[in-house]
Nanobody, 128 residues
Framework: QVQLVESGGGLVQPGETLRLSCTAS????????MGWFRQAPGKEREAVSF????????YYSDPVQGRFTVSRDNAKNTVYLQMNSLKPEDTAVYYC?????????????????????WGQGTQVTVSS
């Protein structure tokens, strides 16, 4: 059974940092692109970052480029999102998602419809 469990969210002040973790089970993490999405109240879900099999293949949305860093540890079945210099507009529920199987061809960066499993989300609130 495929499961994705996010952790690490919380309430922080502007300028502070958080590191989100997504622990996967039920599949071989190393075969898949993994993604982070977020959804703020009243807004549509948006892609934040993707990481492919190889550490040099990473995508960041414009709002987080230069502040967030995605990484993965396939041996620990875990994907991370390091979030620095957090802003109030980063407040959202953050979701981890399993993207395309890298053993097949896929478009880069992936789109949400190519993500077949999602975590339950972790709340990130940035407020003074």
């Amino acid at each position: 059974q495929v499961q994705l469990v996010e952790s690490g969210g919380g309430l922080v002040q502007p300028g502070e940092t958080l590191r989100l973790s997504c622990t996967a089970s039920g599949f071989t993490l190393g075969y898949y692109v993994m993604g982070w999405f977020r959804q703020a109240p009243g807004k549509e879900r948006e892609a934040v970052s993707f990481i492919s099999l190889h550490e040099n293949a990473k995508y960041y949305s414009d709002p987080v480029q230069g502040r967030f860093t995605v990484s993965r540890d396939n041996a620990k079945n875990t994907v991370y999102l390091q979030m620095n210099s957090l802003k109030p507009e980063d407040t959202a529920v953050y979701y981890c998602a399993r993207g395309p199987d890298t053993r097949r061809s896929y478009v880069w960066p992936p789109i949400a419809s190519e993500c077949d499993y999602w975590g339950q989300g972790t709340q990130v609130t940035v407020s003074s």
